[in-house]
């Protein structure tokens, strides 16, 4: 079926390629659930896809949905007596204004079905090979028509899972919080996978999204400042070792009139060129980390110049 939406034509049929998200259990078995459950879980169901859309097609992490550029997230009508949604990306064509779905045969799509799969699997703390999960794509040629595409690195995919967790959190909102439902299925097909991929929510999974735990171990962590707010005390660091910025959090124990001065000094430096190596500091560190073993942020005691000796620990009481 073929519709005209503004200046896009948005082509409908069978073979495109979706994506569905359905709640089963309790009150969901019989059709019904939490309205505001549902439109927290559809807001996160739709970021989370459009994040994971925009790096794959642009190569890069973005923090709001409405940043994605060249694709947009499409939402069929909901089917009659289900709890489902089913949602479709479509492919802006530069300069054309058309939108169109990817087909179910479409090399993009599998890699974007497979980007999402591999990520979300990582935040909800059921493990994936990198490797495996991802370049075998490559190695069994199934990306020979879609020149141009890059394979995110896995320090990308670190930095896409810490964004679309709170989003894949809203997602088990009608689980956990009204219990109108009781577990909660994505899953999608195409015609270059033999087996549908099937990703599973329930108490479980948002366990394991939830757990965190700290490590007892100070240690130094190189890295320069990218952002930091002295009102909360917390900020984020370019980490080279992970390739990646990390939130953290500076303790009562490392805040001292040079800690802040040696913070300000690093994110101006790191503003104005991000290569410039004396940007980076030595931050001593508690490190957080998720179920999976991801580093999700740095409790810092201590904060000084690159060059400096070993830090001495005397007020680590106040993290």
Do not use: W
Request: aromatic content about 10%.
């Amino acid at each position: 079926m073929e519709g005209v939406r503004g200046d896009y034509q948005v082509i409908e049929d069978r073979s495109s390629l979706k994506v569905e998200l359905k709640y089963s259990g309790d009150q969901a078995d019989q059709h019904l659930i939490s309205l505001y459950d549902l439109s927290q879980a559809l807001y996160g169901f739709e970021r989370s896809l459009a994040l994971t859309t925009h790096l794959v097609l642009n190569d890069e992490v973005i923090t709001q949905a409405t940043a994605l550029r060249g694709a947009e997230i499409l939402c069929f009508a909901p089917r009659a007596g289900s709890v489902s949604i089913v949602a479709a990306i479509g492919l802006l064509a530069t300069g054309a204004y058309k939108l169109t779905t990817l087909k179910a045969d479409n090399p993009l799509g599998h890699l974007i079905h497979s980007a999402y799969d591999f990520a979300v699997h990582k935040v909800t703390g059921q493990p994936l090979d990198y490797d495996k999960s991802m370049r075998q794509l490559y190695e069994e040629g199934r990306y020979e028509k879609a020149l141009g595409l890059k394979l995110p690195r896995e320090s990308q995919f670190d930095s896409l899972a810490e964004k679309i967790e709170p989003p894949l959190t809203k997602m088990h909102r009608p689980i956990v919080r009204s219990q109108t439902a009781g577990a909660a299925e994505i899953f999608f097909s195409s015609e270059l996978s033999a087996k549908p991929r099937v990703i599973n929510f329930n108490r479980d999974t948002y366990a394991k999204m939830k757990y965190r735990t700290r490590l007892d171990q100070i240690h130094p962590v190189e890295a320069k400042v990218a952002v930091f707010n002295p009102n909360t005390q917390n900020g984020r660091i370019f980490v080279s070792e992970h390739e990646r910025t990390i939130p953290f959090y500076l303790t009562p124990a490392g805040r001292s009139t040079e800690a802040y001065r040696l913070i300000g000094e690093s994110y101006s430096k790191n503003l104005n060129n991000r290569e410039d190596d004396n940007a980076f500091l030595v931050f001593d560190v508690l490190e957080v980390k998720s179920k999976l073993g991801r580093t999700t942020k740095y409790q810092v005691v201590k904060v000084r110049p690159r060059e400096s000796a070993d830090a001495e620990f005397d007020l680590i009481e106040n993290f």
